[in-house]
RNA sequence: GCGGAAUUGGUGAAGUGGUUAACACGCCGGAUUGUGGCUCCGGUAUGCGUGGGUUCGAUCCCCACAUUUCGCC
């Protein structure tokens, strides 16, 4: 069954959207926020709490999945879903981040991308056909092409040249891409110039994809001003009926703020690795629960949280003492509930867009969310 | 009872006759945006067992006391 996007409606005052999504794993609307989950796991939940967390689709990675177990071995298991047990969606990274992260610029060629495994240090050369090919065979239900993600740091120059690859790398990516059943993403660059954004749009969309997303947002210190200006340069210029996803989006500002510049689908690490170093976000901000202030708190975390953490009463002070002993259990209940704040986040957001009334809840949301800080 | 050694922050400890007493842990904060999972960045002793002395100056030298510890009778 070929996965199926819809676009439902436009609010009235902004460029938001609601839309669903239509695949062999069941349908979900749209905005959507993704949990990530790299190595074929969210970070100690079961797929039963990726479930009730009510994930509508999850996030995995080629270049892990990759050098670990390998592509083969998910293969033969039957494809990614399968394996980790998981029958609910899944979208996979196609690598392009780790060429942010992992490998070094001279590292980078026309051909591909050398990478030093960081597991055994082995020599590893991903390309843009051999990203697809892994993707076909983990068998997720969207891919990502295989972009190069440079730093927010990058010049002009650089980005510029920097495009005109990852379109010649989309276009070859699309040539392999045999996995009827799965979507192909192109991926738009070009920091926070219009122009370069502008560019890589359209030619993007001339190679044809069932969705955009909308790449190199949010690296290394950019300001939120850039990274906002990148999304609205870059959906301004999409087609209307196809997806567009925010890669790496995750503070719940930012997540706002695309969902009013016409994106679809956001994922983040944040979630899970705010959790294991003990922050909870909630509707009044974002709290360290290892602060002492928490040590004889006996609350729950949010009284209006229906995550299990919440609804079972673990208490801010029984989760500081899981995670100052670094206890697993405590990463995992605030995984729980981090998770569920932010697919909770975007349900508030599809009623204010039902309601035409996204800008006020935005308004709502920053007067509740920073108080005072005046963000 | 005799002899030796030690005494530095919450803990383990380094150190020097002369501006801000190393480091680690802990503690107290902060960071974290397509995840290289025990990470990164700050702060944290106005005082070096107590009392005297030597000295321009002592945590560092000397004496006494206290405490701890080891050995011997």
């Known amino acids: 069954m070929k996965i199926e996007y819809t676009l439902l409606k436009e609010e009235k005052n902004t460029s938001a959207r609601l839309g669903n999504i239509k695949t062999k794993y069941g349908t979900f609307e749209t905005p959507m926020f993704m949990p990530v989950g790299t190595e074929a796991t969210v970070k100690t939940l079961s797929v039963e709490e990726i479930k009730d967390v009510h994930a509508g689709i999850i996030l995995s990675n080629t270049y892990h999945l990759w050098l670990r177990p390998g592509e083969d071995v998910i293969d033969h298991a039957g494809g990614l879903h399968e394996f980790m047990h998981y029958n609910g969606p899944i979208l996979t990274d196609s690598g392009g981040f780790q060429v942010f992260s992992l490998a070094k610029p001279k590292d980078i060629t026309e051909e591909g991308v050398l990478f030093k495994n960081h597991i055994n240090g082995d020599k590893l050369f991903l390309t843009p056909e051999k990203s697809i090919e892994i ?23 650089y980005l510029k040249q920097s495009i005109e690859r990852t379109v010649r790398w989309a276009k070859r990516g699309k040539l392999v891409h045999k996995n009827e059943n799965q979507m192909l993403f192109g991926i738009v660059q070009g ?11 359209e030619e993007t969309v001339k190679i044809g994809f069932d969705g955009y997303s909308i790449g190199g947002v949010a690296n290394d210190h950019e300001s939120k001003e850039d990274m906002y200006k990148a999304f609205e340069f870059s959906t301004k210029y999409l087609p209307k009926n196809k997806l567009r996803y925010a890669m790496g989006i995750g503070e719940p500002i930012d997540i706002i703020e695309g969902v009013i510049r016409g994106i679809d689908l956001f994922d983040c690490v944040s979630p899970t690795r705010l959790a294991r170093h003990g922050h909870a976000l909630t509707k009044y901000g974002k709290i360290n629960i290892k602060n002492a202030q928490y040590k004889e708190d006996f609350s729950t975390l949010s009284l209006d949280c229906d995550c299990y953490t919440c609804q079972s009463k673990y208490s801010k002070a029984y989760i500081r003492h899981l995670i100052v002993a670094n206890e697993t259990l405590g990463a995992r209940l605030l995984s729980i509930h981090n998770i569920r704040f932010l697919i909770h986040l975007t349900e508030e957001i599809r009623l204010a867009i039902k309601n035409d009334s996204i800008l006020e809840y935005k308004e709502q949301f920053i007067k509740d969310y920073y108080g005072d800080k005046n963000e």
């Open 135 to 157: 993707q076909n065979k983990l068998d997720s239900d969207i891919a990502m092409s295989f972009d190069e993600c440079p730093p927010a740091s990058a010049t002009y120059e």
């Open 191 to 201: 920091g926070p110039y219009e122009d370069l954004r502008k560019w890589s749009a």
